[in-house]
């Protein structure tokens, strides 16, 4: 089993920035992906950015140039670094990590994929305007 701590959540103003942190502990050597999904009030919850155990992040359109993903597989963490923070990017965003070596690949081929089996409770950024 794997258990999932988020930090670093708080409030910041538009166009400001903030980091987010987690780290896992448990069976840390089986995640082959770790990722950041951010759930917005009233709006579904979307896999804002991940990262494989290769170090290649990927992030949704609605992030990209603006968050940055990383991993220390050293101490089995993953840290969201977020920049020209904007008020939709107000969300619980949680910490989540898959053991499913083909999690990944069938999100290329398919462009859709199932959600990751291991999730944090989520620490909450407020973006004011």
């Known amino acids: 089993q794997v258990q999932l701590v988020e930090s670093g959540g708080g409030l910041v103003q538009a166009g400001g920035s903030l980091s987010v942190s987690c780290v896992a502990s448990?069976?840390?050597?089986?995640?082959?992906?770790m990722g950041w999904y951010r759930q917005a009030p009233g709006k579904q919850r979307e896999l804002a950015a991940w990262i494989t155990s290769g170090g290649i992040a990927n992030y949704a359109d609605s992030v990209k140039g603006r968050f940055t993903i990383s991993r220390d597989h050293g101490e089995n963490s993953v840290y969201l670094h977020m920049s020209s923070l904007k008020p939709e990017d107000t969300a619980v965003y949680y910490c989540?990590?898959?053991?499913?070596?083909?999690?990944?690949?069938?999100?290329?081929?398919?462009?859709?994929?199932?959600?990751?089996?291991?999730w944090g409770k989520g620490t909450l950024v407020t973006v004011s305007s």
């Open positions: 989540a990590a898959e053991n499913n070596p083909l999690w990944a690949l069938k999100l290329k081929r398919t462009g859709t994929s199932d959600n990751m089996t291991y």
């Open positions: 448990g069976s840390g050597r089986s995640i082959h992906v």
